[in-house]
């Protein structure tokens, strides 16, 4: 693409040197920079692209994106923020590739990837190619696999590159994970959304976002964003909903889905076993059983916020419906790795998160079973809500095993003494302590009986634990059946 008319689609560039040239692609790391890129010298918290020009220059770049003037002789587009203004060049590099997909951008603290997962599968069954965007990767098509993701939502010029992928693979309707960074950072600017689906809004992220007034204003960026004919769908019963609602443009359709206050889509009559939960879907004067392979409580809200964007899309509710009920659920979320007992790996890494999975787990519990919970937090994040969670595992388990989650750069025995802050009493027969993930989990086939309920929550579909000076491979699943394969 021309240069000029790559300067055609950003606010208020200067041009600096100016002189026509080509561009055939975008570099914002010098060491990846090719021959006819653009480098875009990004802003960030630790590193300053600005001081990587000349790399960038002598690897092939033939323009810069700056926010100060360089001495150097090639192309430069000054602009405001780097940070922000990199979609506004990546969008107008691809063409706007989101005006010809469905897009539709699922945020919230939890559920974004189980129903981004839901609505793939849903439209895939209305006979519609539908791709995927998250935390587990991208893939264009349910039965692939994926392709790995740094983030859950990719920087701008990946991000528009796949949509511009998708766009020539025929894809007709994307479902994408929608991080709160990735709306403050504008990640996903220039991006056409046909539909955002709000879950929930929790503490989560408080390291970066400082407040949940912050949080709350960088997942509305979604909502306000939308243009008219576009639709919100918003999840009732989330103490945030009616100011997501009060963001929603004139012109946007709301939708709302919940269990507890009147909605569009409601849940009543809910129950939970061992198979599943099941569930009277109530919408437009009709009532429909749901009897789902997935459990807990949570699942019941997933499936709500699948069933109104799906529904809202045009998608009839008895194939919406047939394709909840044969769903078996999301890796590392809710999943099942070992039999007796009972063991339960999840993601949750969250206040609410764990609460919910462990509300969800208590449900399946039966006679004299003990529900036992074995978690750690990360490290250098929000350090506040350690003690909460460790409140919330006092309360809600029979016994706790406190180790480490990621510990990055902080001492894990600091991180659990965070957590052990919101423990009331420490029983040692009750509450066990083990830094080491790994050993910790060895210590369950010593605590847990046949049929206790064993909840392991933080890293649920990861295979990484990332030390203070290095990353190694670990997986909870894979650690569980190491240790209980002897049973098996």
């Not at 020539?168 to 709306?183: M, P, Q, R």
């Not at 639709?231 to 012109?251: H, S």
Request: proline fraction near 3%.
């Amino acid at each position: 693409m021309l240069l000029s008319k790559l300067i055609s689609g950003i606010k208020n560039a200067e041009g600096i040197n100016f002189k026509e040239t080509e561009v055939t692609g975008i570099s914002y790391n010098s060491k990846t920079t090719q021959k006819g890129d653009i480098f875009v010298c990004l802003v960030g918290e630790n590193s300053d692209g600005h001081n990587f020009a000349k790399m960038a220059i002598d690897n092939g770049a033939v323009a810069l994106m700056v926010e100060k003037k360089l001495d150097f002789d090639i192309p430069q587009i000054k602009v405001e923020s780097t940070r922000h203004q990199i979609a506004d060049l990546a969008a107008t590099f691809y063409d706007y590739p989101s005006k010809n997909i469905n897009m539709i951008g699922v945020t919230g603290t939890n559920g974004k990837t189980t129903v981004t997962h839901l609505l793939q599968k849903i439209f895939e069954a209305n006979n519609e190619k539908c791709g995927l965007i998250g935390t587990l990767g991208f893939k264009f098509k349910s039965t692939d696999n994926y392709a790995e993701a740094k983030h859950t939502t990719p920087q701008a010029p990946e991000f528009q590159h796949l949509l511009q992928r998708a766009v020539d693979a025929g894809i007709k309707t994307i479902a994408a994970e929608v991080s709160s960074h990735s709306l403050e950072q504008n990640r996903v600017g220039g991006t056409i959304w046909n539909t955002a689906v709000l879950t929930n809004l929790t503490q989560d992220h408080l390291d970066y976002h400082i407040t949940m007034n912050n949080y709350f204003e960088a997942k509305a960026i979604l909502f306000r964003g939308l243009g008219k004919g576009a639709t919100a769908v918003i999840n009732a019963d989330d103490e945030y909903a009616e100011r997501f609602i009060g963001a929603v443009p004139e012109g946007v359709k709301i939708v709302t889905y919940g269990i507890k206050k009147d909605a569009d889509f409601k849940a009543k009559d809910i129950s939970f076993s061992m198979h599943g939960a099941k569930y009277t879907l109530c919408f437009e004067n009709v009532e429909k059983p749901v009897d789902l392979q997935l459990n807990g409580m949570f699942s019941v809200y997933n499936t709500l916020a699948a069933i109104a964007t799906a529904k809202s899309n045009g998608v009839d509710i008895d194939t919406i419906v047939k394709v909840l009920e044969e769903t078996k659920g999301v890796a590392g979320r809710f999943e099942a790795v070992h039999k007796h007992p009972l063991v339960i790996v999840d993601y949750a890494h969250t206040p609410d998160g764990l609460e919910n999975v462990l509300k969800a787990a208590a449900e399946l519990k039966k006679d004299d079973a003990r529900l036992i919970c074995l978690f750690g937090c990360g490290g250098d994040r929000d350090a506040t809500k350690r003690p909460k969670m460790g409140k919330i595992a006092d309360e809600k388990a029979d016994i706790i095993v406190v180790t480490s989650d990621n510990p990055r750069s902080e001492d894990p025995d600091l991180i659990i003494s965070d957590i052990m802050a919101g423990i009331q009493t420490v029983n040692p027969k009750r509450v066990f302590v083990e830094p080491d993930r790994g050993k910790a989990i060895e210590m369950l086939k010593k605590i847990a009986k046949p049929n206790d309920i064993v909840m392991i929550a933080g890293k649920g579909h990861e295979d990484y634990q990332i030390l203070k000076d290095k990353t190694i491979h670990f997986d909870d699943r894979e650690e569980v059946r190491k240790v209980f394969e002897s049973e098996e």
